[in-house]
């Protein structure tokens, strides 16, 4: 079975301030992941995915995320955050062969303040 | 647009009182899913449809039906609601669901007295 973990349940930071929010994965399986933002009262969208290749992934709003293996994280970045990056964040784990199925994490706030 | 759209927004009810929530997409994407939103837990996937008459159950299925009858519509049902089901709901669609992203509608928050 297939698990995600997001250490951080919240993330206070300054505006212009780098932040990093991170993300285990657990899977038998190759894996792809994803990490997505829900800004409030809205649904998720996605900001970006691994699925092969390069470990660095690039995404929108200048968020990357790095994918590495032996230690099964995805951890999400940003060098600079802006008070409109203020959401929360959820990483999530699909398998390859046919799973058919997205496992979120419990999801990250971010909150950016001036 | 692209997008998926669901219907109410905003819904309070009382035990036992059946409603649906409907979820219509317009970008031919043949997988759908439900979606429930809680405090600490995240998404947990209630139903998901790989194409249409095909419908299976996710991790909470308990007290939802689905029906999959047109590619585009894939109404969620709470045939009697119980205040346990008072939660926020997303609907979401994809062209491929392991490594397709994933589009979600605005969210249906649902309360149960």
């Known amino acids: 079975a297939q698990s995600v973990t997001q250490l951080d349940s919240q993330v206070p930071v300054f505006e212009e301030a780098p932040v990093e929010l991170r993300c285990n994965y657990s899977s038998s399986v190759s894996v792809y992941l994803f990490w997505y933002v829900q800004y409030p009262n809205q649904g998720l969208q996605l900001l970006l995915k691994y699925l092969s290749g390069s470990t660095l992934v690039k995404g929108i709003n200048g968020f990357e995320a790095e994918f590495n293996k032996s230690q099964t994280s995805f951890h999400l970045r940003k060098p600079s955050v802006h008070i409109s990056d203020t959401a929360e964040y959820f990483c999530a784990v699909s398998g390859s062969g046919g799973y058919n199925k997205l496992i979120f994490g419990a999801g990250t706030r971010l909150a950016v303040h001036p | 647009e692209a997008q998926v759209t669901q219907n109410p927004r905003y819904l309070i009810t009382v035990t036992g009182k059946k409603l649906t929530v409907t979820c219509s997409q317009n970008m031919n994407h043949e997988y759908m899913s439900w979606y429930r939103q809680d405090p600490g837990l995240g998404l947990r996937q209630i139903y998901y449809?790989?194409?249409?008459?095909?419908?299976d159950k996710g991790d909470v299925p308990e007290g939802y039906k689905v029906s999959r009858k047109e590619k585009r519509n894939f109404p969620l049902i709470l045939e009697s609601p119980s205040p346990n089901q008072t939660s926020l709901y997303f609907c979401a669609s994809s062209f491929e669901i392991n490594t397709g992203e994933l589009f979600f509608g605005e969210g249906s928050r649902l309360t149960v007295l």
């Open positions: 449809s790989m194409n249409v008459e095909v419908t």
